[in-house]
Structure formats: structure tokens, C-alpha cells
């Protein structure tokens, strides 16, 4: 079991950054691949960014692509997303979450790879 706490949300202008991270507990988070969602209201969560569980592989979702360092430090249990260039349709609670399967050399984007999920964090960009 893994469980996982978000902070560093918040109201940034836009053009400038936010780091977020998430805080996780549990035995398995050293060898599970991590991602950040977001979601707006009325819309999926969709995928921004994702690790794997040795920080060998990340990949970021187009649309962040070029804005978005996704990195973790096992030692200290806890998953990053930088994001720069921020732009009001970043808008969302942005959501970490832990993949179900272990030791997975790749990225799952998908939401349903994904069994333990944080309770998000609010970023709102102003214009």
C-alpha cells in the first residue's frame, strides 16, 4: 500500500512556475512508477507526467511538454513536478498517483494503471 499527500499548489501568474510534490508512504513506493494528473472540473483527469520507479525513464504529456520536469528522490519518498511557463489552461488540481504494478520499466499514461491516488492539490494560473 502506498499512501501519497500533494502540496505546493497554489495561485501562480502566468509565465511563472510551480514545483509540486508528493509525499508518499508506504513499502512500495521505491519500486513503483509515478505519474501527476489533472483535472478540471466537469472534465477526466487527464495524464501530465509520469517516472519510473528507478527515475531511469519520464515522459511528459504534450501539451506540458517543453514546461514540465517530472523527478523523485526515493530517499526521501517523494515525487516532483516543475512546472515553468505556466498558463492559465494549467488550471486543474494536479493529482500523484502511484502505478499498481512494480518495477515497470516504462510509463503507464492510462488512469486505470494507477491504484493509489493523493487527494490533489489546486494550482490556479491567472492570465
Known amino acids: 500500500q502506498v499512501q501519497l499527500v500533494e502540496s505546493g499548489g497554489g495561485l501562480v501568474q502566468a509565465g511563472g512556475s510551480l514545483r509540486l510534490s508528493c509525499a508518499a508512504s508506504g513499502r512500495t513506493f521505491s519500486r513503483s512508477a509515478m505519474a501527476w494528473f489533472r483535472q478540471v472540473p466537469g472534465k477526466e483527469r487527464s495524464f501530465v507526467a509520469g517516472i519510473t520507479w528507478n527515475g531511469e525513464n519520464s515522459y511528459c504529456a504534450d501539451f506540458v511538454k517543453g514546461r514540465c520536469t517530472i523527478s523523485r528522490d526515493n530517499a526521501k519518498n517523494t515525487v516532483y513536478l516543475q512546472m515553468n511557463s505556466l498558463k492559465p489552461e494549467d488550471t486543474a488540481v494536479y493529482y500523484c498517483?502511484?502505478?499498481?504494478?512494480?518495477?515497470?520499466?516504462?510509463?503507464?499514461?492510462?488512469?486505470?494503471?494507477?491504484?493509489?491516488w493523493g487527494q490533489g492539490t489546486q494550482v490556479i494560473v491567472s492570465s
Open positions: 498517483a502511484a502505478d499498481r504494478k512494480l518495477d515497470t520499466p516504462y510509463v503507464r499514461t492510462q488512469e486505470y494503471a494507477f491504484d493509489y
